[in-house]
């Protein structure tokens, strides 16, 4: 299974980006897909879940109602949208492939992870 990440860089605080995170090797629209971070000296931490089909989305309280998570199953990919960017929110952003259909929101519900993308919020 291969988690492909792209989309970070550098923006602005109050900017915008698109992750997107193809998948590739097994069935995409069986498993829930899920977002992680990590920023220097810190622990990995959640950012957002979506559900096989797309109708369940869960996020971490420090990004709900800035970052929307979607899945398009036909291309096997999963997007994460994040609008009103922070310099908290600079961290490595992981995609990651969870175990079963539902939404998980602990790291180790999720079997395969991505490489990761810099997103890097400037004040």
């Known amino acids: 299974v291969q988690l492909q990440a792209s989309g970070g860089g550098l923006v602005q605080a109050g900017g915008s980006l698109r992750l997107s995170c193809a998948a590739s090797g097994r069935t995409f629209s069986n498993y829930a897909m899920g977002w992680f971070r990590q920023a220097p000296g810190k622990e990995r931490e959640f950012v957002a879940a979506?559900?096989?089909?797309?109708?369940?989305?869960y996020y971490a309280d420090s990004v709900n109602g800035r970052f929307t998570i979607s899945r398009d199953n036909a291309k096997n990919t999963v997007y994460l949208q994040m609008n009103s960017l922070k310099p908290e929110d600079t961290a490595v952003y992981y995609c990651a492939s969870g175990v079963r259909g539902s939404v998980q929101y602990t790291g180790a519900d999720y079997a395969y992870w991505g490489q990761g993308t810099q997103v890097t919020v400037s004040s």
């Open positions: 979506i559900n096989w089909s797309g109708r369940s989305t």
